[in-house]
């Protein structure tokens, strides 16, 4: 079982590139959603979607655009990278139960380092 | 302004004692709470949760306690064992909704 896939697994930026990080789920959940990890801060909510078509901002949004064509894929676009965007970046997935939320399956994580 | 507090950054045990992981929140929205385990470079996994209908969740050696007057939550783990040794995230959501809100975490050492 695949579970959540990110790739890349380690990326290093120049300040200014622009790139982004993949998300898929091979479970058929409806909520997606992408954090960053960072030293004292824990992971905090960056963008998240509800279903195909449907995304809201999280937390600290800036500096990121997502879209969600597909049930499967969220992928997370850094438009011109800067070095506050150095962090470990996971992807998560939930089922949508209707009423009550559910756990969250995380991806292994993306290591992105801007210089 | 965190919503969900985790005040002890770390906390050492030794094997077979009991480990207390203490969380505090501040919206008093939040009805559903988690607790994920996680090992260095690996993604988080998910424990345990408790819904605010209940003030107290047990599956194993890991339970969770609700204290919703004092917006408060607490893991116990009982025995604890040195492969619990991970960091442990605390984190929060309205239903129905996936805005989960995560505390900064505690890094828990089992000493053999």
């Known amino acids: 079982n695949a579970g959540v896939t990110q790739t890349p697994k380690f990326q290093v930026l120049k300040t200014g590139q622009s790139m982004t990080l993949q998300c898929a789920q091979d479970m058929n959940h409806e909520y997606m959603s992408w954090y960053r990890q960072d030293p004292g801060m824990g992971l905090r909510l960056i963008h998240y979607?509800?279903?195909?078509?449907?995304?809201d901002q999280g937390e600290v949004p800036n500096g990121y655009n997502v879209s969600r064509s597909t049930t499967e894929d969220f992928p997370l676009r850094l438009l011109s990278a800067a070095p506050s965007q150095t962090s470990v970046y996971f992807c998560a997935s939930s089922e949508s139960t209707g009423l009550l939320n559910t756990e969250a399956f995380f991806g292994q994580g993306t290591r992105l380092t801007v210089v | 302004d965190q919503q969900v507090k985790q005040n002890s950054p770390s906390l050492s045990v030794q094997e077979g004692r009991i480990s207390i992981l203490n969380c505090d929140y501040t919206?008093?929205?939040?009805?559903?709470f988690l607790w994920y385990k996680k090992y260095p470079a690996e993604g988080p996994t998910f424990l345990i949760s408790i819904s605010s209908i209940k003030d107290k969740n047990e599956d194993g050696r890991f339970t969770v306690f609700l204290n919703k007057s004092a917006k408060h939550l607490s893991l116990h783990i009982v025995p604890s064992q040195p492969g619990d040794s991970a960091v442990y995230f605390c984190?929060?959501?309205?239903?129905?909704?996936?805005?989960?809100?995560f505390g900064a975490g505690t890094r828990l050492f089992v000493k053999a």
């Open positions: 919206n008093s929205m939040f009805d559903y």
């Open positions: 979607s509800v279903g195909a078509g449907i995304t």
């Open positions: 984190a929060a959501s309205v239903s129905p909704g996936f805005k989960t809100i």
